[in-house]
């Protein structure tokens, strides 16, 4: 609720601060003594657009602060400030601060971290509730009808919520594996002909690499062909160097046992002839590595050409064919799967839309029957509060299907008919400025709703009535007050008695500077200024006497 209201240099309020509790709280006052200038500050601290004229004659800025304490944070206003990065501790006040300078340029801040004015303009629905002449918010917009009338028959709505959920989850699982269908089914002559292509082909991983070194050796040994040979001619036959050097060995090897210097010059020959032999084989196996054959070199450069053809075709490397492979297979393979999953979708999707229906129905039938029970109710309060004429009607229609959503299939109305015999129509298009408020009073008394904002203002309620009328309207705020804050702008001394606390709004002036201040009234204040109301400039023992009364009969 609001707990406190500090305004500086706002009009004719130099430095105002007040504090607010629970229960009924009026502000009273001669007409032209600024009461709505306190409406104003509360709106621009509430994020309502920032008009230079607001800033006090002779200053360069005004500021506007009110704090506000809830036993816990309602959760919309917790998700909002979470979502600003805005820690608020349990038990800690919530202080929402707005400053305009003389240039209309406006700064807004949320427990003094800068915010955004759209952010208070958000809060401003879970804090404040302002019923005036002029409301188009709250019980008069019809966007919040169908959430009232839900709160004030208890409907379960989370079910129809979760019901829709899981059918637009189905539906949109549905539609993406259609799609994919369809697309793979308008794709498959050509997956197909490239899954021909590359199973004619049947790469393998590493291919590429094996066969450009084949293709290698074969054309190194084409351009070695004449050297090896020549090589070969060298190395074979009778009178080859190893031959010889094998002649040699056998013939020093009679002799050496004659001189020490034989005996290492066989030694040295034995080892010539095992490198010679070494080299020969070597020389053997790279004759037979880098054997030239035409057609095994052309058969390895086609596949190679092949290879790499399909991989620029495909947009991938040579190695990454196979893998292309199990894609276009797996793709084929969905069609066919594809067709039993989309029927087992359809099924899931039908079955999830079947449920959301049910509970959708259940819910619209329990509207209908709320709404005559809220009809019935709001009637009977009609009559106390002078619109006896008038009628009420909540209007339950159903949408067509491509306007259903988690709220069900309802849209929600509250209608009015002031005169017999006229027409239903919107509350907000053919009430008067005093009915209108006295038709939001009745509404908030029969819905006796809860969860709405944290504190309800009503701007001159009563404006236009008197007597009896004005003292229903006074019980009805006090109830409604009863079990939080209400903060009513008044000109009834009937309505004025019913108040908790009493603030008494006057205007001043010492001939240069007018000023406007805020008193809250003790017990003699408040007879003193209810007698005001009763009798006008010049209070009288018989208004001190009815002021009395009237404070007694509450």
């Known amino acids: 609720m609001l707990t406190r209201l500090a305004i500086r240099n706002i009009v004719l309020i130099e430095a105002l601060d007040l504090d607010f509790g629970r229960g009924l709280g009026v502000l ?58 805005i820690e608020v501790e349990g038990g800690e006040p919530l202080i929402l601060r707005r400053q305009l300078k003389a240039d209309g340029k406006s700064k807004a801040f949320v427990n003094d971290q800068s915010v955004s004015v759209g952010l208070l303009r958000e809060m401003a629905a879970h804090l404040v509730e302002l019923h005036g002449q002029h409301d188009d918010r709250g019980l008069v917009n019809p966007r919040g009808h169908r959430a009232l009338l839900d709160r004030f028959t208890g409907a379960d709505t989370v079910r129809v919520a979760q019901a829709w959920s899981k059918w637009r989850r189905a539906e949109d699982a549905l539609g993406e594996t259609r799609e994919a269908v369809e697309t ?60 010889a050097l094998r002649v040699a060995a056998r013939r020093l090897d009679r002799i050496a046992p004659e001189h020490p210097l034989l005996a290492e010059a066989l030694g040295a020959l034995d080892r010539a002839v095992i490198e010679a032999g070494e080299a020969e084989d070597k020389l053997q196996a790279a004759a037979e590595a880098l054997v030239h054959d035409p057609q095994a070199l052309d058969a390895a450069e086609t596949r190679l050409f092949e290879l790499r053809a399909l991989a620029r075709k ?32 359809e099924a899931a999707a039908k079955e999830a839309g079947a449920r959301y229906r049910a509970e959708a129905e259940a819910l619209h039938a329990n509207r209908v029957a709320a709404a005559l029970r ?20 909540t209007s339950v229609t159903e949408l067509p299907e491509e306007r259903w959503g988690a709220h069900g299939l309802d849209a929600v ?15 907000a298009k053919i009430a008067s400025g005093g009915e ?28 236009g009535v008197g007597g009896a009328v004005a003292s229903a309207i006074g019980e009805r705020l006090a109830r409604l007050a009863a079990d939080g804050q209400l903060l009513a702008v008044t000109h009834s001394p009937q309505v004025a008695a019913r108040g908790r606390t009493h603030y ?38 018989e208004a001190r006497a009815q002021a009395d009364r009237l404070l007694e009969g509450v």
Do not use: Y
């Open 436 to 463: 209108l408020s006295r038709f939001i009073l009745a509404q908030k008394v029969a819905l006796a709703e809860k969860g709405g904002a944290a504190t309800i203002i009503f701007d001159e309620i009563d404006r």
């Open 413 to 427: 109305e509250f209608l009015i008919s002031t005169n017999p015999g006229a027409d239903f129509a919107p509350l």
């Open 184 to 243: 793979a089914k308008a794709d498959q002559d050509l997956l197909l002909a490239h899954l021909t292509e590359l199973t004619a082909l049947e790469p393998q991983a590493g291919e590429e690499a094996r066969l450009a070194e084949a293709r290698a050796d074969m054309q190194k040994g084409e351009k070695l062909s004449g050297d090896l040979e020549e090589l070969r001619h060298i190395w074979e036959g009778s009178d080859s160097p190893l031959a």
């Open 28 to 85: 009273t006052g001669e007409t032209g003594a600024g009461k709505s200038i306190l409406l104003d500050s509360l709106g621009l601290v509430l994020g309502n657009r920032a008009d230079s004229g607001l800033v006090r004659a002779g200053e360069d800025k005004a500021s506007v602060t009110a704090s506000f304490e809830f036993a816990a944070l309602p959760a919309p206003l917790a998700e909002l400030l979470e979502d600003a990065d």
């Open 374 to 393: 809220l009809d019935k109710a709001v009637a009977g309060e009609l009559a106390p509060l002078k619109l006896d004429a008038a009628r009420f009607r």
């Open 314 to 345: 495909h947009r991938c490397e040579v190695d990454e064919l196979p893998e292309k492979m199990r894609e276009f297979r797996a793709a084929l393979d969905s069609i066919e799967g594809g067709e039993a999953e989309l029927d087992a979708l």
């Open 504 to 541: 008494m709004i006057a205007k001043s002036s010492d001939g240069t500077v007018t000023r406007t201040s805020v008193a809250l009234l003790d017990e003699a204040g408040r007879q003193e200024e209810i007698a005001r109301m009763l009798s006008g400039a010049e209070v009288t023992p």
